[in-house]
């Protein structure tokens, strides 16, 4: 996009250079000159004069799919419609939370516009709202961004209308107070103002966005959750997602692409609180515009998205596989929900990548879609649970939580990690004895099955009660015939009956 203006550049810089050094060659440049970045003259430059034609209705799409390039070389009137609903959805596997939502998605939907386009902006809050809400684009020149022109009450509309004088991608957002509990709620979304030649065409464009949600539960504690303004106020997130929830981008939702194709990335960071290191384990990306803005780094491998900011992230791919999308502060990944996966399928290239999945161990239960889970938190909340549906919720949890170490089926390592399937030291232990050791850990020296072992099973009590509950129903009679059933009621008692160590989670 920068091509066009290479060359006169150059040959100014030459001018300059050649004030004090010798050996300037235009035809010559070197990879320093080929990188010195180019004016585009910023908003002062970015009227292109009035629209025209006849006025657009804008393409909106919702994540992750991306509206297609406006393709025009002239400025014109853009329409965008944009309906604010407040909706119950799924957060994580059998928690709900009351989403405020441009667009009826988190994030909203993606507006594309083209450099100078006008765009008349409609906001309309739907009928069954309880809270005005507005909108604060970061594309917008004027004061506000366009909040105090669109303040609007449930069942009304508001309009008003801008011209997009400088190019990027931007963020946009409610601005209604309190403003941080509207945008904690989900309510941001991403503009892209096209540079007037348009992007570098790429095969696939994908919309990531990240944020911050704060639940009065703990992370995964099953039925509805509401917000929690004093997590939100200390920063302490339950959870940190892409796309507006945990799996929004795993199993049957992970976005996907082909060995040979060009990728592109338009990812923002709605916050509200936290800054993201983004990452895509196992690329590494080619071009990054950083904070959505018109130069780009290139073969970056973690990028800074501040909250209130975007960026564009190219690569091209060369392996089949499973990628991982992560905020690289890595507990937000593994445990706050910060992971999505792009699923790239083609060709192996053994002389690039010898191959191997290591998902399974790697990413636990994060890689898989947990409807078993989900089942079993809504047969919970209707008081209907059977222990066949504790099992298979139990099964997926096990994957990666336990299965880590007591491997997949349960059968251990000799010598190193103990059987959970057959173990004669769970058929001579209490159902409260077990709960005890996932919550508080087990060492020193113990006998299973004939075998000594004397290591360390770190505590595991981030798991919430039920996770607790389901896991063990499904060691005791999936791996060690038809022992009862415990359900989650046992798992608080023991809890609460056992302070919590320094530094183990609540
Ligand atoms: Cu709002």
């Known amino acids: 996009m920068q091509r066009a203006l290479f060359a006169p550049f150059l040959a100014t810089a030459c001018l300059a250079l050649a004030v004090g050094l010798s050996g300037c060659q235009d035809n010559a440049p070197s990879q320093a ?4 970045p180019v004016d585009t003259g910023g908003s002062l ?15 909106l799409t919702s994540p992750p799919h991306v509206p297609p390039a406006t393709n025009r070389d002239h400025p014109a009137k853009v329409i965008v419609d944009l309906e604010v609903r407040e909706l119950d959805m799924e957060i994580a596997e059998g928690v709900t939370y009351t989403f405020w939502t441009f667009g009826g998605t988190v994030p909203g939907s993606f507006i594309r516009v083209r450099q100078g386009d006008t765009v008349e902006f409609r906001l309309h809050n739907h009928p069954d709202s309880k809270m005005p809400h507005n909108i604060d684009l970061h594309g917008v020149t004027g004061p506000g961004g366009g909040a105090s022109s669109t303040f609007t009450a449930p069942g009304h509309t508001s309009q008003f209308t801008f011209k997009a004088l400088n190019q990027g991608l931007f963020v946009y957002h409610c601005a209604t107070a309190p403003v941080g509990m509207h945008i904690a709620n989900g ?9 007037p030649e348009g992007l570098p065409p790429v095969d696939k464009e994908f919309y990531v966005m990240q944020g911050d949600f704060y639940t009065v539960g703990k992370y995964r504690e099953k039925g509805h959750q509401g917000f929690d303004m004093q997590k939100a106020i200390d920063e302490n997130a339950s959870y940190v997602l892409f796309n507006g929830a945990e799996g929004a981008l795993v199993g049957d939702n992970a976005i996907k692409a082909n060995v040979g194709e060009h990728v592109r990335l338009f990812v923002g960071n709605g916050g509200p609180n936290l800054v993201s290191s983004f990452h895509l384990i196992g690329e590494i990306f080619d071009k990054v515009w950083y904070e959505g803005g018109t130069r780009y780094q290139e073969n970056v491998q973690t990028t800074i998205i501040p909250a209130g900011g975007a960026m564009i992230a190219d690569f091209h791919l060369e392996i089949p596989g499973s990628y991982v999308l992560v905020d690289h502060s890595i507990f937000r990944a593994f445990n706050k929900g910060a992971l999505g996966i792009l699923q790239v399928a083609g060709e192996e290239d053994k002389a690039i990548y010898s191959g191997k999945e290591v998902d399974s161990v790697y990413l636990g239960d994060k890689a898989v879609s947990q409807k078993p889970v989900r089942e079993a938190a809504a047969a919970a909340a209707s008081g209907k649970l059977t222990p066949a549906q504790q099992v298979a919720a139990g099964k997926t949890l096990y994957n990666g939580t336990c ?9 251990g390592l000799p010598g190193v990690f103990p059987p959970l399937a057959g173990s004669d030291w769970i058929a001579g232990h209490s159902a409260e004895e077990m709960i005890a050791v996932v919550l508080n850990g087990l060492s020193g020296p113990v006998k299973v099955n004939g075998e000594d072992y004397n290591s360390v099973m770190p505590p595991m009590s981030q798991l919430t009660d039920d996770e ?16 009862s059933s415990v359900n989650k009621k046992d798992v608080a008692k023991v809890r609460a009956s056992t302070p919590r160590g320094d530094g183990a989670a609540h």
Do not use: W
């Open 403 to 411: 299965s880590v170490c007591h491997q997949d089926n349960g059968q």
């Open 187 to 195: 309510m941001y979304g991403l503009i892209l103002v096209e540079p």
């Open 45 to 59: 430059k970015g009227d292109f004069g009035p629209p025209q034609g006849e006025p657009i209705q804008a393409v």
């Open 468 to 483: 607790v509950a389901n896991i063990l129903t499904f060691v005791r009679q999936e791996m060690n015939s038809g022992a």
């Open 33 to 36: 000159q080929a990188a010195v």
